[in-house]
């Protein structure tokens, strides 16, 4: 009598989910992000999103001192001051997330099957109707999970339902390639065009990202990019300059640049995770810069928003 081999499901490491949302992408979107990156940016807004593996956060003001946390901690020393974290000792097996009664202990990722996201996004396949939306996918970097994030997409595709991802592209090709055939449409990072200065702030060159943004913008039916503006970091007239000349010149495909402004929300994430927020700058973004920056790359034939 034959027998069947019953697939292990795909599985991968989600750190946040968000419904309903009209940004990152067209229409209204599910919002699906997925653990681990390869970049180390200083003023990342989801330092939560860097590691591969679920880890515990900590909001202290929520803390009302039960020290039930303690109790199930292997190193419950590390949590006998109320709203405290000896972080250094913390093995991120988050036993103090389940017993906490207060949601001051909070997980940063979670395992979902493919099955699982995509009854999220099921729910919500009505506005993506009406809205012309869909799901987008984000990290972290959707494609440290190649696997996962492609049977979603692919998953998504199949049921008629719009497909974008936000990428840094810092992948090898072969990896990115296998993942972005899916996509409907590509939001790509391009944070500096020298590579000594992007590494200096991200922990990586950018040789990888900037080739991956020529051979995708080539094949993938639409793309946007998004260039996250920091002060004292990317925001020279020079370096505007120089990346409007690559778009225009080496990614013809592509008209649209949303430009991100800086914002300071990855301060008080970075202390819920025990990290210390290393970012500083001097020079502030006026409107007038950002009007500044913006004209520059309309001189380069692209359409520019701020905000995306």
């Not at 019953?6 to 992000?33: C, S």
């Not at 200083?42 to 803390?63: R, V």
């Not at 396949?125 to 996962?148: D, I, N, R």
């Not at 339902?161 to 592209?169: K, L, P, R, S, Y």
Request: glycine share 8%; aromatic share 8%; with cysteine.
């Amino acid at each position: 009598m034959p027998t069947t081999t019953e697939k292990t499901p795909v599985t991968g490491i989600v750190f946040d989910t968000q419904r309903f949302a009209t940004h990152d992408g067209h229409g209204i979107r599910t919002l699906v992000f997925l653990k681990g990156c390869p970049l180390r940016c200083e003023w990342c807004t989801n330092p939560e999103s860097q590691a591969f593996e679920p880890e515990p956060g900590l909001f202290a003001d929520k803390c009302a001192g039960c020290m039930k946390c303690a109790d199930v901690c292997p190193h419950g020393e590390a949590f006998r001051e109320a709203g405290r974290v000896e972080w250094d000792k913390c093995e991120k097996c988050l036993r103090c997330v389940d017993a906490c009664l207060y949601e001051a202990r909070v997980p940063y990722g979670r395992t979902m099957s493919v099955d699982d996201v995509l009854r999220l996004i099921r729910r919500d396949k009505v506005f993506f109707k009406k809205s012309s939306g869909g799901v987008t996918l984000g990290g972290g970097e959707a494609t440290c999970q190649p696997e996962f994030a492609a049977a979603i997409l692919r998953g998504c595709r199949q049921e008629g339902i719009h497909t974008a991802m936000e990428t840094c592209g810092c992948t090898p090709w072969p990896t990115f390639s296998r993942v972005i055939e899916h996509v409907d449409l590509l939001l790509m990072d391009l944070k500096h065009m020298d590579s000594a200065r992007h590494k200096e702030k991200t922990a990586v060159g950018n040789e990888i990202i900037l080739d991956n943004a020529v051979r995708a913008a080539a094949i993938v039916p639409e793309m946007i990019v998004r260039f996250p503006l920091i002060p004292d970091f990317n925001d020279s007239p020079e370096n505007v300059e120089a990346m409007g000349a690559f778009i225009q010149e080496r990614m013809p495909r592509v008209r649209r640049v949303d430009i991100l402004q800086y914002h300071s929300v990855g301060e008080s994430k970075n202390a819920r995770i025990g990290k210390e927020y290393a970012f500083t700058y001097t020079n502030e973004l006026t409107p007038e810069k950002v009007d500044e920056l913006k004209r520059i790359l309309e001189g380069h034939e692209l359409t520019v928003s701020i905000g995306g």
